[in-house]
């Protein structure tokens, strides 16, 4: 189960404990702002996509959407989302709860998106469609092994902290 393996990784950054699991739904991001409780640009959602026989994820702000001119400078090709077939391959989490970290798949590459710098803490999945943890975004960069930074969406406000 997907979030075992989350659960088990976060143990080895005295994390575990923090798992918010929640009665309902959290497999979408309006979902689970309302079980978080926060708003929903406060979710990292955490997006899947081929890039050159492989698996590249990008995680961004609940309110951002991918922008295809920007996604294709920064990868060189279109942007390309897998099937939920492929996101369990390569992830080894399924859509609704896939997260940036718990992955032992070298073939997948984790990118933070600028949409998610407003914030101090936001909440990524932890393994299943019920869950989320609240993260710095230091956290985030630790725990997902980011690559980096890049700017590849649209429609979020750049404004400061909500």
């Not at 897998?82 to 997948?108: K, M, R, S, Y």
């Amino acid at each position: 189960m997907s979030i075992e393996k989350v659960r088990a990784f976060l143990a080895q950054k005295g994390r575990e404990g923090d798992i918010l699991e929640f009665d309902v739904s959290s497999a979408t991001v309006e979902l689970a702002a309302q079980a978080v409780g926060c708003a929903p640009e406060r979710i990292a959602k955490t997006l899947s996509f081929f890039v050159e026989e492989s698996c590249v994820l990008v995680v961004c702000a609940g309110d951002a959407k991918i922008d295809n001119g920007k996604f294709k400078a920064q990868f060189h090709t279109k942007a390309k989302m897998l099937t939920p077939d492929q996101v369990v391959e390569f992830t080894g989490h399924a859509v609704g709860g896939v997260c940036p970290f718990a992955i032992e798949n070298p073939a997948v590459a984790t990118f933070l998106d600028a949409s998610l710098k407003r914030f101090t803490t936001v909440y990524p999945a932890a393994g299943s469609s019920n869950s989320a943890i609240a993260l710095t975004l230091s956290e985030l960069e630790e725990f997902s092994d980011s690559k980096g930074w890049v700017d590849v969406c649209k429609n979020w406000d750049h404004k400061g902290e909500l």
